[in-house]
């Protein structure tokens, strides 16, 4: 096709599949290359956890709140989108000569350079898979383009028609760019998993078996005391889950202590262990929101350790790193409190750590939100002042010092739904962890507060059960519901949000009987 001065132009249609063929091949190159450079280089993944590191936090509670734990799909769909979008215009600018499209592949290239630069977890041999997408890409652009344009002069020919051959050309260059993919994908994945499961069993030292029976009214639609680890809540900042490879893993003890450590998998297993049932809650938690469980975690009690490197009395901070970069910075003289329970935990309800849940290693503190404790696929712990560094969410406008507020949730009956009137068993659950709860109260609509009933205590670092049950008329209602701590302190009606440390308010359920 030639346009009125006679320079040669592509088609619109053929220009955009030209540029879409060419982002296909650039996206699986890089990804091929992540396979031996590090699964987070893979241009997709890298410029998927830079947006999520420079997201402002009231986007990201946004995104908490309307997707959950989908955050990061629709992250990747969007992206996914706003790729193609500019691969259909990197064609369209380029339908008489490729110079515009190569140019955009070079800022997208420089983009997913910028990337990688900024993690930690990342060597230098990394910048390969996003500049093997650029040269990849422009490579394949330009050639298409130089075809596909040879073709428009010519017209017809003898061997095939000029739209056939450039349908085959399309579907070999995304067939190939499937199959490198693919093998990228089969690189990157999986190892982990495998090492996880030659560990074999994890068996605490001291063992004091959480008696279940009573600590729930699951029955009446309260979670059960235990959390199964495939229903456990995840909240984390990485794309993809860090794969840590136990042969390489150091765990490194150092900063304001008398003796640096550092630990194998091995060593650190080796040390006695402890079994601990913890409730385990996020900041990001809204009121009635999901983002609490609880687990049996066992593992090497964290106190003791420090003990045995040697902690500088005037220390503030335990800092701890995460192979992936993250950081969270805990209080000092919580970590260290006789019966605080602090855990470095290797296992999580009767197997090792899930690879989500921080595989090999993570911080468990019971009474600090995860965001101050938390840190999972555990690398270094930095004993030091609160000047010193600042962990991840802090400048993100998260308080420095979180500890966990006193709530309650009501699980049944749920938002909205249609109960028969009569006897309705309002049912949930109350935490205040490391406190413990003394008392729950419900009301239905205007009615006097109840004290509901509480299933047994296991500990004060877990959630209690609780439920009560009202006689119901006909209409819509609404229950709420209040938790009093151990030291007396009633949860306040204001309304707060999440930021900066931890939502306030009571939860309240409307739903109709009929
Ligand atoms: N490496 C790493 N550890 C992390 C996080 C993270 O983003 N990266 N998030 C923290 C937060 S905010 C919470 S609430 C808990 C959640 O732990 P879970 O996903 O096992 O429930 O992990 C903490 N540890
Ligand atoms: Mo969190």
Known sequence: MSDMDGVARLDRRRAGI???????????????????????????????????????????????????????????????????????????LSRSRPASGVALIAVLTAVGVVAVLGRSDLGQFALLAPLASGVVGAMVFT?????????????????GSPRRRFLVHSLSVAAGAGAVAA???????????????AIGPLAPATRTPTALAGADFAADGTPTLITPNADFYRIDTALVVPEVDLADWRL???????????????????????????TMTCVSNEVGGPYISTAEFVGVDLRELLLDAGVDPSAEQLFSTSVDGFTAGSPLPVVLEEDRGALLALGMNGEPLPIEHGF????????????????????????????????????RGWAREAPIKTHSRIDAPSRGTEVDAGRVVVAGTAWAPHTGIRRVEVRLDDGPWRRAELAREVGIDTWRMWRSAFTVEPGEHVVTCRATDATGHTQTPVRRPVAPDGATGWHEVRFTAS
């Open 18 to 92: 030209i540029g879409v063929l060419a982002l296909l091949s650039a996206l699986a190159t890089g990804h091929l290359l992540a396979g031996f450079v590090g699964a987070n280089s893979s241009p997709m993944v890298a410029v998927g956890n830079a947006t999520i590191d420079l997201t402002p936090s009231w986007l990201k509670e946004f995104a908490i709140r309307a997707f959950g734990t989908a955050d990061k799909l629709v992250l990747l769909l969007g992206m996914s989108a706003v790729l193609l979008v500019l691969a259909v215009a990197a064609g369209l």
């Open 183 to 197: 093998t990228g994908q089969w690189l990157t994945s999986g190892n982990p998993e495998s090492a996880r499961r």
């Open 360 to 395: 090999p290693v993570r911080i468990v503190v019971p009474g600090l939100y995860g965001y101050v404790s938390a840190t999972k696929w555990l690398t270094d712990i930095e004993v030091t002042s609160w000047d010193a560094r600042q962990g991840y969410w802090i400048p």
């Open 143 to 159: 050639s298409l383009h130089r075809r596909a344009l040879s073709d428009a002069e010519e017209g017809t020919e003898p061997s």
């Open 252 to 278: 490194r003890v150092h900063g304001m202590v008398e003796r640096p450590l550092t630990f194998t998998y091995d060593q650190l297993r080796a040390r006695p262990l402890v079994e601990r049932t913890i």
